[in-house]
């Protein structure tokens, strides 16, 4: 095998074991941003077509046209986080498949289920505006960021599954 077709050793802290002791390979941080970043663009999409049609809805219904806003805003973003963490749940999301990763659980390594996603899926849409405004802010200010596969809370991991 030539060199050029041999994988490199990988960094050692891209190397994690799941609680039950089976190895696993850690997603970079560029997998990790793709893979939010064409999500969260996927449920922008979903939220604009929801949008329209809770509006046409609540005018039908002879709503109001503050309480249909309202209800078109607030139900279309809910309803488009909900409903594509809730589809995703039987697969991987899209950003997932082309970022080549997958959300496992770190207690045994078994891929989320369609209740856990949607609500991951709710709260990266709800926080990606934040979430964005510190992977920007980070560099500019010097600061080195944080280390996604340190600091984490330990009940799901984004492994990289190109590489086991």
């Known amino acids: 095998m030539s060199q050029s077709t041999q994988q490199k050793p990988l960094p050692p802290?891209?190397?994690?074991?799941?609680?039950?002791?089976?190895?696993?390979?850690?997603?970079?941080?560029?997998?990790?941003?793709?893979k939010y970043a064409l999500d969260v663009l996927i449920v922008l999409v979903l939220f604009v077509i929801l949008f329209f049609i809770l509006?046409?809805?609540?005018?039908?219904?002879?709503?109001?046209?503050?309480?249909?806003?309202?209800?078109?805003?607030?139900?279309?973003?809910?309803?488009?986080?909900?409903?594509?963490?809730?589809?995703?749940?039987?697969?991987?999301?899209?950003?997932a498949k082309a970022a080549g990763v997958r959300n496992l659980r770190y207690r045994d390594g078994k891929p989320m289920g369609?209740?856990?996603?949607?609500?991951?899926?709710?709260?990266?849409?709800?926080l990606?505006?934040?979430?964005?405004?510190?992977v920007v802010v980070s560099p500019l200010t010097g600061s080195p960021g944080i280390n996604?596969?340190?600091?984490?809370?330990?009940s799901y991991v984004v492994a990289d599954v190109r590489r086991r």
């Open 55 to 95: 509006a046409a809805v609540t005018a039908g219904a002879g709503l109001s046209r503050d309480v249909g806003a309202a209800i078109a805003l607030g139900g279309g973003y809910a309803l488009s986080a909900l409903g594509y963490g809730f589809v995703t749940g039987f697969s991987r999301s899209l950003g």
């Open 13 to 34: 802290w891209r190397e994690g074991t799941f609680k039950d002791g089976r190895p696993f390979v850690e997603a970079t941080s560029g997998q990790r941003v793709g």
């Open 148 to 154: 996604a596969n340190k600091t984490r809370f330990r």
């Open 128 to 134: 990606w505006p934040f979430i964005f405004l510190g």
């Open 114 to 126: 369609p209740l856990q996603s949607s609500w991951r899926m709710l709260a990266l849409a709800l």
